[in-house]
């Protein structure tokens, strides 16, 4: 089954621009490499056409002499990552299908968790598909819909109330960009205006990246039109109650310098920082990031406890982040590639290391190993996500809880395991407080083994 966390982006711009749209959503993808490294792609509309490329691997490799080819005035772009077995170029997106000469295609971030369910549905009716993702499932979908000779809005809305899952996607539909988010926000998604038009994307750094100024979140719910660099269409199709932003984006997955649906996500993670030093009140000679994901935690813990920011573990910048590494053994060899210990800083030092989050544990292991082995008198690890006891089914890389080491193991069993000399992890109210938002408006599912979409509909 497809279980990805990926990032999208939409442009569109007005037929007067002289810009390229390809080289917008080149830099655009760009800024959201961190949310997958397996593949990219971008579907672009041009002179009455959409012209496609994806490929395995990194932007700068994936588009490296295509961009030329890619003209336009409006386009969707993707990057991807996925787990075991399923990172392959079928599964990679935007994807395209062409019905009744009129190209479709689609980006997807999030999963869809009755995605079996409307796939056998759908190859009943004798659709057939060519990946097993459910990216694919939800085009068709719309494509169903619009057949029946509904226009693009009410197509969405049909396809909402049969879709259950996290799901931010950007449709293009010949020159329109059509971007939609599921009515819980599970999965972030936002639109700003760019010289000669607009962008949607999931992270704001894609906005910034393209020196255009950010307008506000893609509602929950909510879809939005752009057509020829202007917004045709804002209309919130499902609003519920409460949403159920995911936490982990501000724990883990989004870049720092993001603001997602209103929090800074620097300044939740600061926050956090500061409460691990409030809860834990170690003494130390000083406080170490796990690099670069824990930074802007050691950052804010140092402030609280006035204990020195001194760095540990150097990062080697050219390797990827290790959890989303898609096989076991690459990760356990990517720590190795990856961090360095600064032997002159750490030996004979008693030292608060923070992290963002403990998910197998087997990288907290090895980097409190390293530091011991590097003279570390004594390591106390601090992290900044409570413990992860049940799997996530709307687009991150934790999908049974086996794999969670907190889901079995108690906090004594984990510091064993681990062998720091204490483990302090920030409390799920704690961690409510430092997003700041509403518990009922967060998905806590992880955390919690609550869902709020029922289990029994997974
Ligand atoms: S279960 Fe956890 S990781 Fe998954 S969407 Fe909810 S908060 Fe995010």
């Known amino acids: ?70 003209d336009g005035s409006a386009g969707i772009g993707h990057v991807r990552y996925s787990t075991i077995g399923e990172s392959n170029i079928e599964n990679s997106q935007p994807f395209l299908i062409n019905h009744k000469g009129k190209a479709f295609a689609i980006v997807h971030n999030g999963n869809l968790v009755n995605y079996r369910k409307l796939r056998s ?12 993702s459910d990216s694919e499932v939800m085009l068709h979908l719309i494509i169903g819909e619009v057949r029946d000779e509904r226009e693009i809005t009410p197509a969405i809305s049909a396809v909402m109330e049969k879709m259950k899952g996290s799901y931010s996607a950007i449709l293009l539909v010949e020159d329109c960009i059509i971007a939609f988010r599921d009515p819980l926000g599970i999965k972030p998604l936002c639109i700003g205006r760019i010289d000669g038009g607009y962008i949607v994307a999931s992270e704001s750094v894609a906005i910034d990246t393209l020196d255009g100024e950010f307008i506000r979140d893609v509602m929950p719910g909510e879809v939005i039109i752009l057509k020829d660099g202007k ?26 310098d993001s603001v997602i649906d209103g929090r800074s996500v620097y300044d939740v993670r600061r926050r956090i920082g500061e ?61 190795r590639l990856k ?64 794999e969670l080491v907190a889901s079995k193991k108690s906090v004594e069993e984990i510091l064993k395991i681990i062998g720091a000399d204490s483990l302090h992890y920030i409390s799920v109210e704690d961690l409510i407080e430092a997003i700041g938002k509403k518990r009922e408006d967060i998905c806590l599912a992880c955390l919690t083994g609550e869902y709020r979409i029922k289990v029994s509909e997974i």
């Open 1 to 70: 089954m497809i279980r990805e966390e990926c990032g999208v982006i939409g442009v569109s711009f007005s037929r007067e621009s002289s810009l390229d749209v390809s080289y917008q959503l080149y830099y655009g993808l760009y800024a959201l490499q961190h949310r997958g490294q397996e593949s990219a792609g971008m579907a672009v509309f041009d002179k009455g056409r959409v012209n496609l490329y994806k490929n395995m691997g990194l932007i700068f490799e994936v588009f490296n002499k295509k961009l030329g080819k890619l």
């Open 121 to 132: 549905n759908a190859e009943r009716r004798g659709e057939v598909f060519t990946s097993t």
């Open 231 to 256: 917004i045709i269409r804002e209309e919130r199709l499902i609003e519920l109650e409460n949403t159920a932003h995911c936490m982990f984006e501000y724990v883990y997955f989004a870049r720092p």
């Open 275 to 335: 409460i691990l030093a409030e809860k834990s009140n170690i003494d130390a000679d000083f406080v170490s990031p796990t690099p670069d994901s824990g930074a802007t935690f050691a950052i804010g813990y140092a402030k609280r406890s006035g204990l020195p920011y001194i760095e540990s573990l150097i990062k080697n910048r050219y390797v990827g982040r290790t959890f989303i590494m898609p096989e076991q053994n690459e990760r356990e060899l990517a720590v």
């Open 339 to 402: 961090l360095n210990p600064i032997k002159t800083n750490i030996d004979g030092k008693r030292i608060v290391l923070v992290d963002d989050s403990v998910v197998r544990g087997t990288t907290s292991k090895r980097i409190v190993r390293m530091l011991k082995k590097s003279g570390a008198k004594e390591v106390h690890l601090c992290v900044g996500c409570p413990p992860l006891i049940s799997p996530c089914y709307f687009g991150v890389d934790f999908t049974t809880k086996d």
